[in-house]
Nanobody
Framework: VQVVESGGGSVQAGGSLRLSCTET???????MAWFRQAPGKEREGVAA?????????????AYADSVKGRFTVAQDNARNILYLQMDSLKPEDTAMYYC????????????????????WGQGTQVTVST
């Protein structure tokens, strides 16, 4: 299993970036998420998407409060690519962004818990300047 992130880079505050996460072995995942870690800080959940097809579900997505209204997470129909559209970026969004995946369907309150994910990418750097 290999999860690969792309799309990071440098942008000025107020700009946008789109991150992609691709699972390269052909697997499908019912829950995928983005996490980030800034220097000297703990890894934190940013946004997650889970497959709610055929089950009772209180919504497929979850966001950290700090990114609500600015970031949008989505998964492709084949369930092996996860996107993170980041708009209105701020300097405090600067971090290494990691994609994670699991074949489990997590409860919504657990979607941003990094300990529940089985597969991780190497990360892509996002730098937002003033």
């Amino acid at each position: 299993v290999q999860v690969v992130e792309s799309g990071g880079g440098s942008v000025q505050a107020g700009g946008s970036l789109r991150l992609s996460c691709t699972e390269t072995s052909g697997g499908t995942y019912d829950t995928m998420a983005w996490f980030r870690q800034a220097p000297g800080k703990e890894r934190e959940g940013v946004a997650a998407f889970r497959n709610c097809d055929g089950i009772t579900c209180d919504g497929p997505t979850a966001y950290a409060d700090s990114v609500k209204g600015r970031f949008t997470v989505a998964q492709d129909n084949a369930r092996n690519i996860l996107y993170l559209q980041m708009d209105s970026l701020k300097p405090e969004d600067t971090a290494m962004y990691y994609c994670a995946a699991t074949r489990s369907i997590l409860g919504r309150s657990l979607l941003l818990n990094p300990t529940l994910y089985d597969y991780w990418g190497q990360g892509t750097q996002v730098t937002v300047s003033t």
